[in-house]
């Protein structure tokens, strides 16, 4: 048996995530079904990490053991020409076999995708979040610079989490705006909660729109409460951009 990894690319528009669920399409199901269409046999795929419903990837991880001859330049061109036209892979390599996509990933890497304009995309609409009237940048910028360090993220948690411990530690992070009315916001973090980095940007809009101040931002990440935050950005925003091992 050998333990393959696998980079992949998608737009989560159309699944209910990344894990395998009854009944509902994801984007998990949908590669172990077609590499086990040119493997004949059943793999478990592991991912770096859960993406949720209409969450993207530009760089997800995984890796799933095989005995396939089938050689990885071959199972990548196959595999590109079974999967949806929303799925790609981009590498496939073999590995050591103490290699997991989750437990052996140091930093990952979101992105969140704003669009600020007096109209709303068209074209960008499943891949940003349209925000109408101006944000102050500066002050989310002074507001996401006390994320940086090791916090308890409890304000920025979804309710009905499994994480055993609310402490991350945020490597990185801020803002970079475009002329043409696009903000990204990007976020390094030894790991990440659920909905905490929609919750972190829902958070900071409303300090860009004016209706708290970076102050307050502080205070609401010190009281870990997650009713004293903002609301949740939507999903389709999100982006997957980097695994770092």
């Given at each position: 048996m050998k333990n393959l990894r696998m980079v992949l690319e998608y737009d989560g528009t159309a699944y209910?995530?990344?894990?395998?669920?009854?009944?509902?399409?994801t984007v998990q199901q949908v590669v172990e079904e077609k590499i086990a269409l040119m493997t004949?046999?059943?793999?478990?795929?592991?991912?770096?990490?859960?993406?949720?419903?209409?969450?993207?990837?530009?760089?997800?991880?995984?890796?799933?053991?095989?005995?396939?001859?089938?050689?990885?330049?071959?199972?990548?061109?196959?595999?590109?020409?079974?999967?949806?036209a929303d799925i790609a892979v981009k590498e496939i390599t073999e590995v050591t076999d103490d290699f997991h996509a989750q437990f052996s990933a140091r930093s990952k890497t979101y992105e969140y995708r704003i669009f600020n304009g007096p109209t709303r995309p068209a074209l960008a609409r499943n891949q940003v979040w349209f925000v109408f009237g101006p944000l102050d940048l500066a002050a989310m910028e002074e507001a996401a610079a006390g994320l940086r360090g090791v916090h308890d993220f409890s304000s920025f948690c979804a309710a009905g989490h499994e994480s055993k411990s609310m402490i991350r530690e945020i490597y990185d992070c801020g803002f970079?705006?475009?002329?043409?009315?696009?903000?990204?916001?990007?976020?390094?973090?030894?790991?990440?909660?659920?909905?905490?980095?929609?919750?972190?940007i829902g958070t900071l809009v409303e300090v860009g729109k004016g209706k708290r101040t970076p102050q307050d931002f502080l205070a609401i990440m010190e009281a870990r409460d997650r009713r004293k935050a903002g609301v949740t950005a939507p999903p389709r925003g999100l982006?997957?951009?980097?695994?770092?091992?």
């Open positions: 209910h995530g990344w894990q395998r669920q009854a009944d509902l399409a004949r046999e059943k793999v478990t795929l592991i991912g770096s990490g859960r993406t949720d419903a209409g969450v993207h990837a530009l760089y997800q991880v995984a890796n799933f053991r095989t005995g396939t001859r089938i050689s990885e330049k071959d199972l990548l061109r196959g595999l590109n020409s079974l999967l949806p970079e705006r475009r002329g043409d009315g696009f903000i990204r916001f990007f976020i390094e973090a030894n790991g990440f909660l659920k909905y905490m980095v929609r919750n972190i982006f997957l951009v980097d695994v770092k091992y």
